[in-house]
């Protein structure tokens, strides 16, 4: 069983819907948790990190984190075509060491 | 100013050649991380640093794979004998502290 758990979607989203995305952890011990965003042929980028329970924004993204489910999510608010990548969920150990999901595919349509 | 760098961005080896892969990360960044990375599915740590000492090399996929980072900056992810499994993508992360991660372009590796 993967340790973090992500929707492989694709998840389609009407320009300037929000879209919602969903992660899952195993390891109670886990620290902090990122999202990064990939697109086709680059590198990750970090987008969002968050560390306490509750909501984090930061602009059109919002973090939410709940420890007690081991449940992460984001949520993208009026998602442009730029938004179109794969979303990767991350969570760290003590050590920084990072678990990522296998990602969730995001598809904006104009 | 300057992200992470690495090099080459792409290489293609013989099964059985050696490869180097090298990380320059952000200027005064103490932790360097590197993953793999096949192709649909999420980077996988392989080894870890603080400064110069390797702290964690538990995700190294056998004892074919080396890392080093002698002066606490530079690294280098080395591939003895390599197999087409080894093919992907190793990216190379930095962070001042330990959580917040910023990752490199990349190197492709292709193992023919």
């Known amino acids: 069983q993967k340790e973090v758990e992500q929707n492989s979607g694709p998840l389609s989203v009407p320009e300037g819907a929000i879209a919602s995305l969903n992660c899952t952890y195993s390891d109670r011990g886990s620290q902090s948790f990122f999202w990064y965003r990939q697109y086709s042929g680059k590198s990750p980028e970090l987008i969002m990190f968050i560390y306490s329970n509750g909501d984090k924004e930061d602009g059109r993204f919002t973090a939410q984190l709940n420890k007690a489910s081991q449940y992460v999510s984001l949520l993208i608010r009026d998602s442009q075509p730029s938004d179109s990548a794969t979303y990767l969920c991350?969570?760290?150990?003590?050590?920084?060491?990072?678990?990522f999901g296998a990602g969730t595919q995001v598809v904006v349509t104009p | 100013g300057a992200g992470v760098s690495q090099s080459p961005r792409y290489k293609v080896a013989k099964r059985g050649q050696d490869v180097a892969l090298r990380c320059d990360p952000i200027?005064?960044?103490?932790?360097l991380f590197w993953y793999q990375q096949a192709l649909g599915q999420g980077p996988e740590f392989l080894t870890y640093?603080?400064?110069?000492?390797?702290?964690?090399k538990s995700g190294l996929p056998s004892d074919r794979f080396f890392a080093e980072r002698p002066e606490g900056s530079v690294s280098t992810l080395k591939i003895q004998r390599t197999q087409q499994e080894d093919s992907a993508v190793y990216l190379c992360?930095?962070?001042?502290?330990?959580?917040?991660?910023?990752f490199g372009p990349g190197t492709r590796l292709t193992v023919t």
């Open positions: 991350a969570v760290a150990d003590s050590w920084g060491k990072l678990q």
């Open positions: 200027s005064g960044h103490v932790s």
């Open positions: 992360a930095s962070s001042l502290a330990t959580y917040e991660q910023y």
């Open positions: 640093f603080q400064n110069e000492a390797q702290l964690d």
